[in-house]
């Protein structure tokens, strides 16, 4: 089968973050007497590294971001990183790419020791054979670092057999730096254009749609 490794994002690929992601958000907000009444306002931040999400979308200076940081990570990781959902399908998905016999991997921007806490507590840890994140440091935040650091820590991989899936813009910029194939899925919280934009090499509407995709199996476009 092509794709004999495959890298996965977690955040918007794997489970729907919303809720925690933007629950923290407005908890380092609430900070600086910043009110966000709108909760799908803060989706912007779902992806990206945080330290310069605050810069960007709230004009942060570093100093301040980094405190907007530390505010974030008291609420998630306590409440924010259960305040989470699994895709319907990606566990049943994720077991037949292992019984297939693919290598699959974790490549996200957040940190690994949270992202491994996510993963046990939804039982999907068993299906990775590598977990790659960033540091609580805020460093390896970078998707294609995050990228480079699985692919290192993995045996056997071929590039052109090596895939990464995940649903933003960093996901593909990250896997073509890498000089990997990337397809983005539609039912994250990337938009078609954005995707288009960076040119994915693959655009998936549906979970259903990836499993197809994976699994070499025929489906139709929607």
Known sequence: ?????????????LTDPAIGITNSIMYALKYYHITVNDRSELY???????????????????????RAV???????SEKGLFENTVYDGIPELLAELQKEGKALLV????????TERILQHFHLDRYFS??????LDNSRTAKAEVIQFALENSKNV??????????REQDIIGAKQNQIAAAGVLYGYGSKEELERVQADFILDSVGQLRDFLLEKPFLIE
């Open 107 to 114: 490549a996200t921007s957040k940190p690994i020791p949270y």
């Open 158 to 167: 071929d590039p052109a057999r090596t895939l990464m899936v995940g649903d």
């Open 1 to 13: 089968m092509k794709y004999q490794t495959i890298l996965f994002d977690l955040d918007g690929t």
């Open 70 to 76: 530390m505010l974030y990570r008291e609420y998630f």
């Open 44 to 66: 912007r931040f779902i992806g990206p590294p945080l330290l310069p999400a605050f810069m960007h979308f709230y004009g942060f200076s570093e100093e301040k971001a980094e």
């Open 130 to 135: 590598f977990i790659a994140g960033s540091n």
